[in-house]
Each structure stands twice: as structure tokens, then as C-alpha cells.
Nanobody, 116 residues
Framework: QVQLVESGGGLVQAGGSLRLSCAASGSIFAFNTMAWYRQAPGKQRDMVAGITRGGTTNYADSVKGRFTISRDNAKNTIYLQMNSLQPEDTAVYYC??????????WGKGTLVTVSS
């Protein structure tokens, strides 16, 4: 059973930075794409950033230039570096992965709170 475990969330002041990690229980080469989503209270879950097996990245317009997604294949981990955080970035951040055969997986999430 594939497990995705997020870490790195916490409380930060506006303008600050955090780095989220998502560790997979197996090789991330098994995943065609991996991504970070976020869900604020009362809102839908939206994709923040994604990265393909080949390393191609894409970002939501709201985080372009501030967030960076990356992967470390040796550690079976992806990261989300978040800079210039704003209160509107407050949400539970989820790691998501799609396997090559189409199966999808979610982590349990990590809470990011940005104070003004």
C-alpha cells in the first residue's frame, strides 16, 4: 500500500517561508505525476503545484514566483518551498500522486497557517 506523508507545516508570519515535504513509502518513479494541493476552510481543494516524472513543473497562478516544487528521487520525496507567504495561503496542504496505471493517492495533509 502506497503511503504519502506530509510534513513541514506550521505557523508563520506573513512574508515568511516554509518548506513542505512529502515522503512516499516507495519509489517515486512509480508515479507519473506528483502534486501539492491545498484546501482552505470552507473552500474546495485546489492544485498548487505539480511535477511530472520527467521533472516538468506547473503552478497555480496565485503561487507563481513564490512557490517552488521539486523532487529528490533518491529520498522518494517531493518538496514545496513556499516564500513570501500571505494569510490567503493558509490551508491544509495535501500531497497527491498518480501512478502510471492511473491509481491516485493522497496524503493526510499538513496545516499551514500564515498570520498577518
Amino acid at each position: 500500500q502506497v503511503q504519502l506523508v506530509e510534513s513541514g507545516g506550521g505557523l508563520v508570519q506573513a512574508g515568511g517561508s516554509l518548506r513542505l515535504s512529502c515522503a512516499a513509502s516507495g519509489s517515486i518513479f512509480a508515479f507519473n505525476t506528483m502534486a501539492w494541493y491545498r484546501q482552505a476552510p470552507g473552500k474546495q481543494r485546489d492544485m498548487v503545484a505539480g511535477i511530472t516524472r520527467g521533472g516538468t513543473t506547473n503552478y497555480a497562478d496565485s503561487v507563481k514566483g513564490r512557490f517552488t516544487i521539486s523532487r529528490d528521487n533518491a529520498k522518494n520525496t517531493i518538496y514545496l518551498q513556499m516564500n513570501s507567504l500571505q494569510p490567503e495561503d493558509t490551508a491544509v496542504y495535501y500531497c497527491q500522486a498518480d501512478r502510471l496505471d492511473g491509481m491516485g493517492y493522497w496524503g493526510k495533509g499538513t496545516l499551514v497557517t500564515v498570520s498577518s
